[in-house]
């Protein structure tokens, strides 16, 4: 089976600006996940998708969103871009979450400037 | 809230030589506890997780962690460290009933020289 894919892999956007990332999970898989990793942070969890539903969400500001398409594709979406969005940004996905083993995407590099 | 902490952000090694990879958790009931490795520019890789059972996990690249309820501790110690073995490791616990969230430790970066 294919892993999990994200595109693009890097971005650079300036302040203000808006991003969406898309993530496409291995094949059967319903629940997809999002991280975002920096230095400072480490990695924090943004929101879970799962049958198009979110089912949880980190603190993270609204700014901060996403979607579930029917065929569990994800995307997350960042209004408003600030410098302390630039992070790499991770997607996972699994069966149903819970306890199943969460494969990740190699990530989307975020830089804004 | 639960918690994860990860003792020491770097750690050194020589070849050949022990490593211990420290996590504890806080948790009001047991939870599902998961480590990851991360190789530079790559995404995360499960090493191994703890669910329920058998509290000696076996994981991949000859690594094991030892789930120990009375002290919170999921620590992940290697007899022997190899060159390849060089990567950051994360601690993760997915909460009781909050389905795919994981809360991951800060990571600890394990160097090993020849």
């Known amino acids: 089976k294919a892993g999990v894919t994200q595109t693009p892999r890097y971005l650079i956007k300036t302040r203000g600006q808006q991003v969406t990332l898309s993530c496409s999970p291995i094949s059967g898989h319903r629940s997809v996940s999002w991280y975002q990793q920096t230095p400072g942070q480490g990695l924090q969890f943004l929101f879970e998708y799962f049958s198009e539903t979110q089912r949880n969400k980190g603190n993270f500001p609204g700014r901060f969103s996403g979607r579930q398409f029917s065929n569990s594709r994800s995307e997350m979406n960042v209004s408003t871009l600030e410098l302390g969005d630039s992070a790499l940004y991770l997607c996972?996905?699994?069966?149903?979450?819970?306890?199943?083993?969460?494969?990740f995407g190699p990530g989307t590099r975020l830089t804004v400037l | 809230a639960q918690s994860v902490t990860q003792l020491g952000s770097h750690v050194s090694v020589s070849e050949g030589a022990l490593v211990l990879l420290r996590c504890n958790y806080s948790s009001s009931v047991p939870p599902y506890l998961f480590w990851y490795v991360q190789y530079p520019n790559q995404g995360l890789q499960l090493l191994l997780k703890y669910t329920t059972g058998a509290t000696l996990v076996k994981g991949i690249n000859g690594f094991e962690a030892e789930f120990k309820k009375s002290e919170t501790s999921f620590h992940l110690p290697k007899p022997s460290a190899h060159m390849s073995d060089a990567a950051e490791y994360f601690c993760?616990?997915?909460?009781?009933?909050?389905?795919?969230?994981?809360?991951f430790g800060q990571g600890t970066e394990l160097s090993v020289k020849p």
């Open positions: 996972a996905s699994s069966p149903s979450g819970h306890t199943d083993t969460q494969y």
């Open positions: 993760a616990v997915s909460p009781y009933n909050q389905g795919g969230k994981l809360i």
